[in-house]
């Protein structure tokens, strides 16, 4: 299979300049890949919520699900156990992830699912035309906070570090060697793996100067140290003004939710040792 095989003639919709772009040429790429080196496309499935980025899987002529705003999650989920060998790619929007469907997301972590979750972290609600999200900055002017918001954003890969998931990334829409670098090592990762994606909104949140002056690559930084992980985390908390770190934070092993699903009978003994070795490589 070439590159050709998995775009589709949809007419593309996005604004020009979107940082959405920049997701889609390194995703593309990624599944190429995967697919030549013996994934068979039909083991790849794509899920997205609603929202600019969902518009993701009109473009990519594999097998995929439209979700609801905020429910990529359950509908990824779903697939996952009932068909443990599928390779289950989620896409969502910061809104959709964040927001609606945050108590997906914290559970979603702490099952340790594997599944790999894009997050197209514009910062903003894209297609219902400009209002706040979780991750808008402080004082955001938008359509529904015309004042100015009045909370602090938040930090997802913090809360997601706390929820358990085993492999955090951040990339941005402007670096595409990353982007290509994070998702591939996502997708691989067997575990819930998150990479939130500083995707710049051209129209309603044009942030291309803001990181441009700020971020840097991660080098030599230790992914299996949870406390240097939560301190790279931490370095930019969404409202500071320092330096923005990209790459990968965190990556652990540990047991999967969907392989916990087996027929097989096993007795007491068994069980209590099953949990005991769980355990052990969970704290
Ligand atoms: C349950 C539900 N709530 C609200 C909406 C309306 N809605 C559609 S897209 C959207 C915002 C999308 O923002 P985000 O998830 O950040 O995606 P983006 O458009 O920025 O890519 C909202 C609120 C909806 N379709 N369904
Ligand atoms: S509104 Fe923003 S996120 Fe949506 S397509 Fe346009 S630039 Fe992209
Ligand atoms: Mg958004």
């Known amino acids: ?3 050709q095989n998995i775009v589709t003639k949809t007419q593309n919709t996005w604004c020009i300049g979107c940082g959405n772009f920049a997701i ?13 080196e013996g994934c068979p496309s039909e083991n790849i499935v794509l899920v997205s919520g609603i929202g600019c980025h ?5 473009y ?8 609801l705003h905020g429910r990529t999650l359950p509908v990824a989920e779903g697939i996952k156990i009932a068909k443990p060998s599928t390779k289950v790619i989620v896409f969502a929007g910061d809104g959709d992830a964040y927001g609606e469907g945050m108590e997906h997301l914290i559970f979603a972590a702490k099952r340790n699912i594997d599944i790999t979750m894009i997050v ?3 910062r903003v609600y894209g297609l219902t035309t400009g209002q706040y ?12 906070t015309p004042k100015g918001t009045k909370e602090l954003p938040l ?3 913090h809360l997601m570090l706390a929820g358990g998931a085993t492999f955090l990334a951040r990339g941005t829409s ?3 060697n990353l982007l290509k670098k994070n998702f591939k090592e996502a997708i691989i990762h067997k575990g819930f793996s998150l990479v939130d994606v500083l995707q710049v909104c051209v129209t309603f949140f044009n942030l291309y100067e803001y990181y441009g002056e700020r971020i840097y690559e991660l080098k030599d930084h230790q992914k299996d140290d949870y406390s240097k992980a939560l301190e790279k985390i931490r370095e930019w908390d969404y409202n500071a003004d320092s330096k923005i770190p990209t790459g990968i934070f965190y990556q652990k092993l540990r047991d999967t939710f969907e392989t916990g699903f087996t027929d097989k009978e096993v007795d007491n003994e068994q069980r209590y040792e099953k949990i005991k070795e769980f355990l052990q490589k969970t704290i």
């Open 133 to 144: 999200t979780p991750t808008s900055p402080f004082d955001f002017h938008g359509r529904s």
């Open 1 to 3: 299979m070439n590159q």
């Open 54 to 58: 969902a518009k993701i899987v009109d």
């Open 24 to 36: 889609l040429t390194a995703i593309k790429v990624v599944i190429n890949e995967l697919i030549s």
């Open 120 to 122: 197209h972290n514009n």
């Open 155 to 157: 930090n997802p890969l």
């Open 60 to 67: 990519l002529n594999l097998n995929s699900f439209y979700s």
């Open 174 to 176: 402007f670096g595409l």
